[in-house]
């Protein structure tokens, strides 16, 4: 069971899911604002917990990390797996793109992994 309390909750294809906006840990923080690039971060929680994605809202380019046990209909190690998103993140959350990644992250197809730093720099 994921916990709720300060979380908005949303229904996508049957599945319930959890998601918030926060920043990263104070060494992450730090570490990065020394780069100029401060951010908070998107996290989506399924329910049962097997879909986890944390997705950084100003990155350059838009990523996401996923740390469940499911992605895109396959199995995955349950460490963190970074993905380019195929369309860009808008100024604003809203639960409309909230719906829209999590149907990308379960339904999706093909997404292009890519490691801390391989193809771009954070």
């Excluded at 069971?1 to 899911?17: A, D, E, F, W």
Aim: some cysteine; hydrophobic content about 35%.
């Amino acid at each position: 069971m994921v916990r709720k309390k300060n979380r908005r909750r949303i229904l996508c294809g049957g599945r319930s899911y959890v998601w918030y906006v926060r920043a990263g840990d104070r060494d992450y923080w730090e570490r990065v604002e020394r780069n100029n690039w401060v951010t908070p971060f998107l996290h989506i929680i399924s329910e049962d917990k097997r879909l986890i994605l944390t997705l950084p809202l100003n990155a350059p380019k838009p990523y996401a990390i996923s740390r469940g046990r499911v992605f895109q209909g396959r199995p995955t190690s349950g460490r963190w797996e970074r993905y380019i998103l195929p369309f860009d993140i808008p100024g604003s959350v809203t639960p409309r793109l909230v719906a829209e990644i999590i149907e990308w992250a379960v339904s999706g197809d093909r997404a292009v992994g890519t490691e801390y730093g391989a193809e771009f720099r954070f």
